[in-house]
């Protein structure tokens, strides 16, 4: 997995790149399909904003969290990215997965 981290009129230190990369592990685990991700942290005025655009096979998602605090902001990021990700193999897992007119029991 390709792994870009940016920040707009902030400085990216490498206690925030750490925290990124340890956030990720627990999404890691549920993308096996994951090429790469880009991860844009932005402040403005008094919100802090976190964004990431996901590539995945077949797929391209972007979510955005703005909080008070950047850890917090990244956190929320993480949490939504998950949810996005797991609904997305959950999804594309449901192809053929059942049969019309058949109900399980």
């Known amino acids: 997995m390709n792994l870009k ?5 902030f400085d990216v230190t490498e ?3 750490d925290y990124i990369n340890k ?3 627990r999404i890691n685990r549920h993308a096996d399909n994951l090429i790469s991700v880009t ?8 919100n ?5 655009d996901a590539h995945l096979a077949g797929k ?5 969290a703005v909080e008070q605090d950047m850890y917090a902001a ?12 797991v609904k997305h193999k ?3 897992g449901d192809v053929r997965g059942a049969k019309p007119g058949v109900t399980e029991e």
């Open 5 to 9: 981290i940016t920040g707009l009129n």
């Open 15 to 17: 206690a925030i790149k």
């Open 23 to 25: 956030k990720l592990e």
């Open 39 to 46: 991860v844009t942290l932005s402040v403005e005025k008094v």
């Open 48 to 52: 802090q904003k976190a964004e990431a």
């Open 60 to 64: 391209d998602l972007h979510v955005e």
């Open 74 to 85: 990244i956190d929320v990021l993480m949490d939504k990215l998950d949810r996005a990700i």
């Open 90 to 92: 959950e999804k594309s």
